[in-house]
């Protein structure tokens, strides 16, 4: 409903730590009576970070953004990067409370996009960039043409980008083979490419049920 009315709903995080192994050996293909098996020894090419959005609407991993850091600068070019895609339209972005996702350059990157004159402030002494709690309210604003909505602190898993990721490493990164940290980016930016093609958007039953597997796998440690 609101992406027909020009509104974007985007749940996005950042998937670290990425490995780039490249397997010291081929992988011998599943058989009738035999399961795949990948051997065991690798090479290190160092790892990557993923910024993924999920469009809420359409189930869709847009815009995403693959480098070695997930630096304060790096959120905000990713942020501009995704509302430069339709500039004039609204966006909300589902998030956790990370400290990068509060930060002072956020506030003033919404603050241009949404031509707000306001007086910010000084960081650590006054006004919105204040503390992270005053720049907190200041990007929930649903009066801003770019806001954010934060998930409670240590329920980030509620964020529907944590399926998508939990797929992209079911699918792809436990059972690749990676040669390079460039041969890893372009291979996860093709899975995503692939599997838009097909993409649905999560529905509130399929949550719960993730839900309720995290916590019964919580119950058992």
Request: aromatic residues 8%.
């Amino acid at each position: 409903m609101l992406l027909t009315q020009g509104t974007h709903v985007v749940s996005c995080d950042e998937k670290t730590g990425i490995q780039a192994l490249e397997r010291l050996h081929p992988t011998l293909p599943m058989q009738p009576g035999l399961v795949e098996s990948r051997e065991f020894e690798y090479i290190r090419h160092g790892t990557q970070c993923l910024i993924g959005n999920l469009e809420v609407a359409t189930g869709k991993m847009i815009s995403p953004t693959i480098g070695e850091t997930r630096t304060e600068k790096d959120f905000i070019m990713h942020i501009s990067g995704t509302v430069s895609a339709h500039p004039q339209e609204d966006w909300i972005f589902v998030a956790d409370q990370l400290n990068t996702h509060k930060s002072e350059g956020l506030v003033r990157f919404v603050a241009e996009r949404c031509n707000l004159r306001q007086y910010l402030g000084c960081k650590g002494k006054r006004g919105i960039l204040h503390t992270q709690k005053t720049r907190k309210t200041f990007l929930e604003d649903s009066a801003h043409r770019i806001r954010f909505v934060f998930t409670p602190k240590h329920c980030s898993w509620l964020n529907q980008i944590e399926i998508a990721f939990g797929i992209l490493s079911h699918k792809l990164l436990r059972r690749g083979n990676f040669l390079s940290q460039e041969d890893l980016r372009t291979q996860m930016l093709s899975f995503m490419e692939y599997r838009n093609k097909t993409a649905r958007p999560f529905r509130c039953d399929s949550i719960i049920k993730y839900a309720k597997c995290l916590i019964d796998k919580q119950m058992k440690v």
